[in-house]
């Protein structure tokens, strides 16, 4: 495997379901971060985890919760989800350093909240 | 605060003519600026970036982008378009404190047509 890779690439649930979306990333980077991408809407950053610590969760409600157990793996557990919730979502990752950020991004898990 | 506007939602263009997808750009100081490309179905992939070196970017399959700061623009321009390169394209900015910060616009689709 090389680059981003995000399973599962598509995801039905209901609105009592918990389930995880998982992200792995192969290019030796510090930093890993999760996007969601709704129709019609700029992409928007959810969580950056910086050498593993969280360093922004941008006003994210609590029924998304990340977890990153070390630099290579992201975790997004999902619970209670609203219809509103289904998106595209996106992990990338970046090698953090002084100056511009180049992030290299994930394929994405379709999710689909019924 | 950054921010990028990118003028038009959808761009068609016949095979082998010029395409421009066109980006505005807002920023207290000299921000990175990148063209990322989104396929149906799949991540987004840097086209091209620039970091305050050359104005004139040039980046993958035959894209390139010019950044003006007088006219706060970094358009993204390809002299003779192909039809693989039908697909939703991104201009994103650096955020201001935090370099590990994204601010994507909300996209063009360009359509080629035969």
């Known amino acids: 495997e090389t680059g981003v890779t995000q399973t599962p690439r598509h995801l039905v649930m209901g609105m009592t379901n918990k389930k995880s979306l998982k992200c792995e990333q192969h290019l030796g980077h510090n930093a890993m971060y999760w996007y969601k991408q709704s129709a019609k809407k700029p992409l928007e950053l959810m969580f950056v985890y910086n050498f593993k610590e969280q360093t922004e969760n941008n006003s994210v409600p609590s029924r998304f919760s990340p977890e990153c157990p070390n630099s290579s793996h992201l975790f997004l557990h999902l619970h209670t989800l609203q219809p509103e919730d289904s998106a595209l979502y996106l992990c990338a990752s970046s090698q953090v350093a002084a100056g511009y950020n180049e992030q290299f991004f994930g394929p994405g898990t379709r999710l689909t909240v019924l | 605060a950054q921010s990028v506007t990118q003028l038009d939602s959808h761009v068609s263009v016949s095979e082998g003519t010029p395409v421009l997808l066109r980006c505005n750009y807002s920023s207290s100081y000299s921000p990175s600026l990148f063209w990322y490309v989104q396929h149906p179905n799949k991540g987004l992939q840097l086209l091209l970036k620039y970091t305050s070196a050359a104005t004139l970017v040039k980046g993958i399959n035959g894209f390139e982008a010019e950044f003006k700061k007088s006219e706060t623009s970094f358009h993204l321009t390809k002299p003779s378009a192909h039809m693989s390169d039908a697909a939703e394209y991104f201009c994103?900015?650096?955020?201001?404190?935090?370099?590990?910060?994204?601010?994507f616009g909300t996209g063009t689709r360009l359509q080629v047509f035969p």
């Open positions: 994103v900015v650096s955020g201001e404190y935090n370099t590990d910060k994204l601010i």
